[in-house]
């Protein structure tokens, strides 16, 4: 059996991760049905008795085959209690010996996220009052697989999604789930990317909307979205009312008009009168060698409200014209910027609101998304936003910054969220440098950013894989070796590691650390 280490969660996500698409995408179908909820917010916007709002499924990797697993989810504060505890199914897809089993996740934490401003807080259903409320339980664990395996489905399903629910047929007879994949084959240690923005959104008819999850991956990966059918538990596509369809989830004006971006999970539309539409995300993640080895699915829900409602009299904030003066990047799309590791680059962008009282906050992401960068916003209304950054060659990849615009208004704030896609591009690259003790053998470092590699000197060089790619490096002395490539894509194809030679030593064993970390669960 698989080591549940205190308090752990487990997911099944049920589609495929590998080179046959067909399967893959068939698989998807074993997933989850989304959000059900939210109730029609009239004028009064007071709250109904749902449940299910959204909900989502995030992992870490730790070390060699163990990972803290994160479930989040939403609800009414005016529907069922969340459960104090939960347990997610692991099952593994075409892993001979390896077998299902459950892991436990705690609840970790409770959050008010309503979407509420601040002075109507203390008014939500989570306190007492009339408006709608919205908590976040977040459940987490931990989990080391004995078994390796390259699709690790991981499930979780709970009743009941809400009757409120418009785009789909029968919602509250059907659960809300959620899933996510784990590849830990051939010592695989990855995580999963994270999303850094709600997974609702309250908006008016009529009004131009922009909305973006803020999803992030710590390891660069390449990110690709989707929208797809949400499933019931026995993996049945649940089925939309009218025309509507997973990539039309809900009614728009023009009809028909929903735009979606695959490159950064962009959402732009403007809806058509009272809805409340759940859409179903997945999000594929790609090595740097174009492979797939991950996925997680999201539940998002929309909740909109009647052009004529009071609170529709606040018109939303917009982005005048996207990213602007860009320095040091080339535009590869509608913000989408690509540069060279090593390069500094900057933009401005501008953002206005037609009430001019408003004063509007501006929200982002950039301290996970471009650790490093400098974002700056001057002014209220409108508000420009400043952002200067300087990647290094351990952030070659993909790398999403989001940016939400918040007007402050009451009950109801009005928001725009929105991404800008930035393309570190390869470069030839070492890793950093490194440390040496003779006694615990030859370090094997891997180099990336070419095709072909030269090291030089060779000394100390005890294998190289014939293409240069990955050496084994055991120097008599302190060494700087330069490896150089046959890259040819405008950026740097050198690069140095100077590997250090330290004194043996002994390390006594513990089990410190691991009851330590233990103890947080």
């Known amino acids: 059996m698989p080591k549940i280490l205190p308090n752990?969660?487990?997911?099944?996500?049920?589609?495929?991760?590998?080179?046959?698409?067909t399967c893959f995408n068939n698989l998807i179908a074993v997933f989850f049905a989304f959000v059900g909820l939210l109730l029609f917010i009239g004028s009064t916007f007071n709250a109904r008795a749902s449940h299910g709002l959204a909900m989502d499924i995030a992992y870490t990797c730790l070390g060699p085959d163990t990972y803290e697993i994160e479930l989040n989810f939403y609800r009414?504060?005016?529907?069922?209690?969340?459960?104090?505890?939960?347990?997610?199914?692991?099952?593994?897809?075409?892993?001979?010996?390896?077998?299902?089993?459950?892991i436990p996740l705690k609840l970790a934490t409770t959050t008010e996220v309503s979407a509420l401003c601040p002075a109507y807080i203390?008014?939500?259903?989570?306190?007492?009052?009339?408006?709608?409320?919205?908590?976040?339980?977040?459940?987490?664990?931990?989990?080391?697989?004995?078994?390796?395996?390259?699709?690790?489905?991981?499930?979780?399903?709970?009743?009941?999604?809400?009757?409120?629910?418009?785009?789909?047929?029968?919602?509250?007879?059907?659960?809300?789930?959620?899933?996510?994949?784990?590849?830990?084959?051939?010592?695989?240690?990855?995580s999963s990317p994270k999303f850094t923005y709600l997974p609702f959104a309250y908006l008016c008819g009529n009004q131009a909307f922009t909305y973006n999850n803020g999803a992030i991956d710590a390891e660069g990966d390449s990110?690709?979205?989707?929208?797809?059918?949400?499933?019931?538990?026995?993996?049945?596509?649940?089925?939309?009312?009218?025309?509507?369809?997973?990539?039309y989830p809900l009614h728009t004006l023009p009809a028909y008009n929903f735009g979606f971006s695959g490159n950064n999970g962009q959402f732009s539309f403007t809806p058509d009168g009272n809805q409340n539409a759940s859409a179903t995300l997945l999000v594929t993640q790609y090595n740097k060698s174009g492979q797939k080895i991950g996925a997680i699915m999201r539940q998002l829900q929309f909740i909109i409200f009647d052009q004529n409602d009071p609170n529709c009299a606040n018109v939303a904030p917009t982005i005048s014209g996207g990213v602007q003066n860009?320095?040091?990047?080339?535009?590869?799309?509608?913000?989408?910027?690509?540069?060279?590791?090593?390069?500094?680059?900057?933009?401005?962008?501008?953002?206005?609101?037609?009430?001019?009282?408003?004063?509007?906050?501006?929200?982002?992401?950039?301290?996970?998304?471009?650790?490093?960068?400098?974002?700056?916003?001057t002014g209220t209304n409108p508000a420009t936003i400043n952002f200067s950054y300087t990647p290094t060659k351990a952030d070659i990849g993909t790398h999403l910054l989001t940016i939400e615009a918040n007007d402050g208004n009451c009950a109801f704030p009005a928001k725009q969220t929105f991404s800008v896609l930035i393309e570190v591009l390869d470069a030839t690259y070492a890793g950093p440098d490194l440390g040496y003790c003779p006694a615990g053998g030859p370090l094997t470092v891997e180099v990336t950013g070419g095709s072909n590699f030269t090291w030089s000197p060779m000394a100390g060089v005890t294998f190289l894989q014939p293409n240069g790619s990955v050496v084994s490096l055991a120097p008599n002395a302190t060494?700087?070796?330069?490896?150089?490539?046959?890259?040819?894509?405008?950026?740097?194809?050198?690069?140095?590691?100077?590997?250090s030679v330290v004194a043996d030593f002994n390390m006594p064993r513990s089990e410190e650390h691991t009851s330590e970390l233990q103890s947080h669960y």
């Open 326 to 377: 860009v320095t040091g990047a080339t535009e590869t799309g509608i913000n989408q910027l690509s540069l060279c590791p090593n390069t500094p680059m900057s933009f401005t962008l501008s953002i206005t609101d037609p009430n001019i009282s408003n004063q509007l906050s501006i929200t982002h992401n950039a301290a996970q998304a471009t650790p490093g960068a400098i974002l700056t916003v």
């Open 122 to 190: 203390a008014q939500s259903t989570c306190n007492g009052g009339s408006y709608e409320g919205i908590e976040q339980y977040q459940y987490k664990g931990l989990v080391t697989f004995e078994q390796a395996c390259a699709q690790w489905q991981l499930f979780y399903n709970l009743c009941c999604r809400s009757f409120e629910v418009t785009n789909l047929q029968n919602p509250g007879d059907q659960d809300i789930n959620a899933t996510a994949i784990i590849n830990n084959a051939n010592g695989l240690c990855n």
């Open 76 to 102: 009414d504060c005016g529907g069922s209690p969340a459960p104090l505890n939960i347990q997610i199914d692991a099952t593994p897809i075409s892993c001979p010996g390896a077998n299902s089993f459950k």
């Open 8 to 21: 752990q969660y487990n997911y099944c996500c049920r589609f495929f991760i590998g080179n046959n698409t």
């Open 479 to 499: 060494t700087t070796y330069t490896i150089t490539s046959d890259l040819t894509n405008g950026c740097s194809n050198t690069d140095q590691i100077t590997v």
């Open 223 to 247: 990110l690709v979205f989707e929208l797809i059918n949400p499933q019931n538990v026995q993996g049945v596509p649940i089925g939309y009312t009218s025309v509507l369809s997973a990539t």
